[in-house]
């Protein structure tokens, strides 16, 4: 089932928190851990920094907590986990299927078998509550498309 995976298995940016203006993109390969880092300064003696970049095999990058601590305070907890059990070769499959595809499994089943599914993935809680809007406002002007892909988010 691995074997179905795409190279890239987790990608995220995210600006640095406060005071800092850093931008930084993460990727998660098969292979390994890239983190690119770009310093955003007012100061003209740092607009000439050029973006930095680091690769490590995902055994290097377990080993050395050097890099994980400051991950942890540019993505958070949960995203430092996920990537940690990335490295592990821990994949979560189920967050990978298409939106699509979930309805289509949630739609043979039975209401407490939803409810059970989204109360242990979170994924599943997703879909389960935006199918459960969709539900309460058959006639509104909600439609599948905006409940999936609200404005200016991407899925």
Known sequence: ??????????????????PSKDYHHLVITK????????????????RKILPREVKKTHNEF???????????????????????????????LIVRIPDSLKIRILSFLDTQDIKQMSETCRAFQKVSFKLIVLSCHPNSHVSISTVFFPIGVKQ
């Not at 390994?32 to 003696?45: D, G, H, P, Q």
């Not at 305070?73 to 949960?78: A, E, H, T």
Request: glycine share 4%; aromatic share 8%; charged share 30%.
């Open 62 to 92: 377990l080993q050395e907590t050097m890099m994980q601590r400051p991950l942890e305070k540019i993505f958070g907890k949960d995203t430092m986990e996920y990537v940690v059990n990335l490295c592990r070769g821990q994949f979560d």
């Open 1 to 18: 089932m691995t074997s179905l995976l795409r190279d890239t298995l987790f990608e995220i940016q995210r600006q640095a928190p406060s």
């Open 31 to 46: 292979n390994e851990v890239t983190l690119r880092s770009w310093k955003i300064s007012a100061r003209a003696e740092h």
